[in-house]
């Protein structure tokens, strides 16, 4: 059983920064690309960004320089950290992931969510 925890979220002022945590646990044998992705209310979810197994990096243009992606592959967690906030990235924030188990099954896998609210 694999299971993605995301945590992190919370309410800050525009300008302000946070990091996201995204915990992989189970019966993991490796993990491979990472996602972000965001919904906002009233909006379809969006990609924002993305993590490879090697630790290259991509990202939405709209997060481009403010957001950076990162993992911890001995701790099974990935991190978005968020600088420069803005009140349009006020949303809720999915990790998401293609992690390999002990049944040499690759799967897809998501966070429940976490919120982000920035204030201005």
């Known amino acids: 059983q694999v299971q993605l925890v995301g945590s992190g979220g919370g309410l800050v002022q525009a300008g302000e920064s946070l990091r996201l945590s995204c915990a992989a646990s189970?019966?993991?044998?490796?993990?491979?690309?990472v996602r972000w992705y965001r919904q906002a209310p009233g909006k379809q979810r969006e990609w924002i960004a993305t993590?490879?197994?090697?630790?290259?990096?991509d990202y939405a243009d709209s997060v481009k320089g403010r957001f950076t992606g990162s993992r911890d592959n001995a701790k099974n967690t990935m991190y978005l950290r968020m600088s420069s906030l803005k009140p349009e990235d006020t949303a809720i924030y999915y990790c998401?992931?293609?992690?390999?188990?002990?049944?040499?099954?690759?799967?897809?896998?998501w966070g429940q969510g976490t919120q982000v609210t920035v204030s201005s």
């Open positions: 998401n992931a293609v992690i390999t188990d002990f049944n040499l099954l690759t799967r897809d896998y």
């Open positions: 993590i490879t197994s090697t630790g290259s990096t």
């Open positions: 189970g019966s993991i044998v490796s993990i491979n690309a």
